[in-house]
């Protein structure tokens, strides 16, 4: 019997290999698979997005001193949970599998992701969840392509397209995230996965309905700006200058991490003692700045809409470009896009204090896309992302922005893995 058995899946494998014959259209087995990894993608961001949301509800009663206690606590738990199930690895760990692991990404520590990024986020951690979704989803992309056979670049094209979707259900933008996704992985400066677009695309709009259905979440701006009209033709040089401003912030960010980074590593103790103290240390920046704690989805709308003095907005800036760093270093699970976002509409704002003559809007949209082109190297996805996030109609001033960042990034990139490699020579 179990010799059957195994005769009738070989069979139905040996089906599914080939193309579909009857179909006269351009959509084929490959356009079914991604469209297969879009609804489980958008399935598992739904369903990660709802704990993640009750879970912050139950820990947001937690305020004042005791919120110190509370975030050194789940720091610990998050630690321990790394230490014993496994490390899951950050975002450069992703990007060097997609690069020269033949687009193979492991998802034997997706339970340690999910679980250790679920209580880093939801205690107030400066980090989101676009990479924990990035993580499952694209192992899941690697899973599905595997057990269909698939082998080469359609392989790696399914672990791309699943992170994609990750990022498609975190932002709501199924043409940024996909970018996202290809932007990220490049080295020696330009976007080498452009073969894996079309799947991305695929999977991303999938992705992207079935996370909405569930989570039943407003489809559009999630922040929401003044109304801007480009009437002057020198708006785009404002535009580059905002821009070189917020890439000094970005230079500060990438330095502030990288030194801190370098002072837990001399710590030399396990990682849930790294965690714990990293959580004690957040809870102090929280406690004196509440607007810092979380990863800045709702924080963002608040600051905007709120009258913070120019002395609370300074402190605000560079407190949170702290909390994100600890973060980042102490071992805490999460993505720093929306956080960096933050960083940027804050400085923006302060610009905005001392020249309020110009729009308000073209400032703040201008920092938010410089800070993260010059973190994360991604021009064109920060672009789409902030058009289509803050209702920002105007592209190009973005993209003004967004290229000036990137081409003002320091030559060592702060994703490690996105530099060039003697494999690629």
Not at 38 to 56: R, V
Not at 103 to 129: E, R
Request: net charge positive; with cysteine; charged share 10%.
């Amino acid at each position: 019997m179990k010799l059957k058995r195994k005769r009738k899946l070989v069979t139905y494998l040996n089906l599914l290999d080939q193309p579909i014959q009857f179909n006269p259209f351009v959509f084929s087995r490959k356009f079914l698979l991604w469209a297969l990894l879009g609804l489980l993608g958008g399935f598992i961001a739904g369903l990660y997005w709802i704990i993640l949301e009750f879970l912050t509800h139950q820990l947001a009663f937690f305020e004042g001193w005791l919120v110190i206690p509370t975030m050194a606590i789940c720091g610990l738990l998050a630690g321990l949970i790394i230490h014993f199930i496994g490390d899951p690895g950050e975002i450069h760990l992703i990007v060097n599998n997609i690069r020269f692991n033949k687009g193979k990404l492991d998802p034997k520590n997706n339970p340690s992701m999910i679980l250790s990024s679920l209580l880093c986020i939801a205690s107030g951690g400066s980090l989101g969840p676009e990479a924990p979704l990035v993580q499952v989803i694209g192992s899941s992309g690697t899973y599905l392509g595997k057990l269909f056979r698939l082998k080469g670049e359609d392989l790696r094209s399914m672990s791309i397209a699943g992170m994609a979707s990750g990022f498609t259900a975190m932002f709501g933008a199924p043409l940024g995230g996909s970018l996202f996704a290809l932007e990220i992985l490049h080295h020696k400066h330009a976007v080498e996965y452009y073969k894996a677009i079309m799947p991305a695309f695929v999977a991303s709009c999938f992705s992207y309905v079935v996370f909405a259905l569930i989570t039943k979440l407003d489809l559009g701006t999630l922040w929401t700006l003044p109304t801007y009209e480009m009437l002057n033709k020198f708006d785009f040089l404002y535009a580059v200058l905002f821009a070189i401003i917020a890439a000094s912030f970005g230079w500060l960010f990438i330095f502030c991490t990288k030194f801190l980074k370098n002072l837990f590593a001399k710590l030399n103790v396990p990682i849930y003692v790294r965690t714990c103290i990293g959580g004690i240390l957040l809870g102090i920046i929280v406690f004196y700045v509440p607007i810092t704690r979380y990863f800045s989805h709702y924080e963002l709308s608040t600051l905007l809409t709120s009258e913070f003095s120019i002395k609370m907005l300074i402190t605000i800036l560079f407190l949170k470009i702290l909390a994100i760093s600890v973060t980042v270093t102490s071992g805490w699970r999460g993505g720093f896009i929306i956080p960096l976002f933050f960083t940027g509409a804050t400085l923006g704002l302060i610009i905005h204090h001392f020249i309020p003559s110009i729009s308000l809007s073209l400032t703040i949209v201008s920092c938010m896309a410089a800070i993260n082109a010059c973190v994360t190297r991604t021009p064109m996805s920060t672009t789409i992302l902030l058009a289509t996030l803050t209702g920002f109609t105007y592209f190009i001033p973005i993209l003004f922005a967004s290229l000036t960042g990137y081409f003002l990034a320091p030559r060592i990139p702060f994703i490690g893995s996105q530099m060039s490699d003697e494999k690629d020579e």
